[in-house]
């Protein structure tokens, strides 16, 4: 690999420069950088390398949301830097929903030099440990000097800093960067004193970080009839998770359940049967009951569904297992659980060399009663010729091209996706923040997942949602691809419609609804982006049906909150019905 020229026109701007090369050689080669005097050593060195691509975002919040969608659709550590003081706050709810879901995040703090701090410096606050135990692993660098011996020190610890954005978990990182004056490359007689310094070996051990491979663990002797719950997998390995899911299925005899925030739903021919519709036929008692499984694994994280979360719970004595690389407690249920350090992929592997098990007469069962709520749910919802919420995941699932990266905002958008999206070859790559489940950062998160994508990538968010990341729209001018958003307009938070606090009116509809009047065409045509309101399906498919190569639009669809909160329980009646084998009223 070419070394870019290092820069000794003064102290801060070697050292930043060593840290730049590093960096590239670590493999990192996107950086996010909001402005700001401090960072200046830092913001210059990434700018001037040529092998990293800087985007410049002047909220360090939706900064850091960006960096995370960024990180989350190519799996790579993506740099963030801001200037000192509480830039880095603003960094807070990012680097949370990085950790909680595993995101390779490598934040650079700037900061005052230690003899400038608790003394009403100007723009300075105690940036130590910011991120608490939200974060991998911690370190105050040095401040700058010119010699060998701190230089490889800057050098190590950036790329020890890299591999702990990977191993030996994926997550975010926080490096603190404390510069002393002059902070732009003034020269200072450096270019003298260390030349010859660092030569092109002194990066040659470096190498691209990677994750750690786990080595299958002893497997349990698994029962005849049990369960595969296939959780979320983002990011780059969609098809081998979903051929891993589908063989540990057929292996096992087990029903598979697929997680409408996996890749499992968008690849049907590589999983094979697969249940889909579990949160609607569980929420019948009696089949549930008929269900009880005699183990339970669980791959990666458990889905969405409270109903299928409670199912789980009232399994007493049933053994749970969680299967997933990341080393933290995935057991939400607090059930008679036990955890397998290993991906989806190695345990395939490693399930016993047998013919693989003939469908069970309980794994028939669970796929007998999915297909009819399943017929059920697709001819209540595509009759429906209003537009209602649900029908919207539907359309997105039928009429999206073939591996469009669509990310989904919090709230109901993820559990519409659960109740309506079927399965399908469509090859969708699907998206989320299921990390912390917030609605922080929706739209500066996707416009990250679309920066630089292959293919024209897709929102699903609701109004409260996208308003509440309105800085995000700053970002369209600096987008090098395309985003359509479809921002579905109930005029307030529609999932509150589904709570038991919906029946305390009021206080309900001005503190947990919270309606707005936005006019959201004038909004983002202040921003330079195409709006269009939607009027009807026909309107919405068109629109869909081929996404433009670049820039931002947004396609607004106006619907009743209360209309379609009161819709979503009718169908789940129907639904119901359909898995005690009975049609009912939708």
Request: net charge neutral; charged share 20%.
């Amino acid at each position: 690999m070419k070394t870019t020229a290092l820069d000794f026109r003064n102290v801060n701007a070697l050292w930043c420069s060593v840290i730049a090369e590093t960096l590239v050689r670590c493999g990192v080669t996107r950086a996010v950088i909001s402005p700001g005097s401090r960072s200046t050593p830092l913001t210059m060195a990434l700018v001037r390398h040529e092998e990293i691509e800087v985007v410049p975002v002047l909220d360090e919040r939706s900064a850091a949301f960006f960096a995370l969608g960024l990180a989350r659709r190519e799996d790579r550590p993506v740099v963030l830097v801001c200037t000192s003081g509480t830039a880095g706050a603003n960094y807070f709810p990012a680097v949370i929903e990085a950790e909680e879901s595993g995101a390779p995040l490598l934040v650079f703090t700037a900061d005052r030099p230690p003899e400038m701090r608790d003394c009403s410096s100007g723009q300075t606050i105690d940036q130590q440990k910011f991120y608490g135990a939200h974060v991998n692993f911690y370190h105050e660098l040095a401040v700058p000097e010119a010699n060998a011996a701190m230089l490889r020190y800057a050098r190590q610890m950036v790329a020890h800093a890299v591999g702990r954005t990977l191993t030996p978990q994926r997550g975010p990182v926080h490096l603190n960067a404390p510069f002393r004056d002059p902070l732009p490359p003034l020269p200072d007689g450096t270019e003298q004193r260390a030349a010859g310094l660092v030569t092109e070996d002194f990066f040659a051990h470096l190498s691209p970080s990677r994750t750690p491979v786990f080595a299958a663990p002893e497997l349990p002797a698994w029962p005849a009839n049990g369960v595969v719950i296939g959780g979320s997998r983002q990011g780059p390995g969609g098809a081998a998770y979903a051929r891993a899911v589908g063989r540990i299925g057929r292996k096992l005899g087990w029903p598979v359940l697929a997680d409408a925030l996996s890749p499992l739903r968008n690849r049907a021919a590589e999983v094979g049967p697969m249940v889909t519709h579990y949160d609607a036929l569980l929420r019948a008692q009696s089949v549930a009951a008929q269900l009880r499984p005699e183990a339970v694994l669980v791959l990666e994280a458990l889905p969405t569904s409270k109903v299928l979360r409670e199912w789980l719970r009232s399994l007493d004595g049933v053994p749970l297992w969680f299967a997933s690389e990341r080393v933290v407690n995935r057991d939400a249920v607090h059930g008679a659980a036990r955890s397998l350090e290993v991906s989806a992929e190695t345990l395939a592997a490693a399930l016993p060399e047998r013919a693989e098990a003939a469908e069970s007469d309980y794994a028939g069962r669970w796929y007998e009663a999915n297909a009819r709520v399943a017929t059920a749910i697709a001819a209540e919802v595509d009759r429906e010729e209003t537009l209602f919420e649900g029908k919207i995941a539907r359309v997105l699932q039928q009429t999206l091209p073939e591996g469009t990266p669509l990310f989904v905002a919090n709230s109901m958008p993820v559990r519409d996706l659960e109740y309506f999206w079927a399965a399908t070859d469509a090859r969708i790559e699907t998206f989320t923040s299921r990390g912390a489940s917030g609605i922080d950062g929706t739209l500066s998160t996707a416009l990250g997942i679309a920066h630089g994508a292959e293919r024209p990538a897709v929102l699903l968010t609701g109004d409260l949602a996208f308003l509440h990341d309105t800085n995000g729209l700053l970002l369209a001018a600096k987008l090098r691809g395309s985003l359509t958003v479809v921002l579905v307009n109930n005029g307030g938070g529609g999932i509150f419609g589904h709570l038991p606090v919906a029946q305390f009116d009021p206080p309900f509809e001005e503190y947990f609804a919270t309606p707005q009047r936005v006019d959201f065409a004038r909004l983002v045509g202040a921003y330079g982006i195409v709006h269009a309101k939607v009027r009807d399906w026909a309107e919405l498919r068109q629109a869909l049906e081929k996404l433009p190569a670049s820039g931002v639009r947004v396609l607004e669809v106006r619907t009743d909150r209360k209309a379609d909160a009161a819709r979503r329980k009718a169908l789940f009646v129907a639904a119901e019905a359909a898995a005690k084998g009975r049609s009912g009223p939708a």
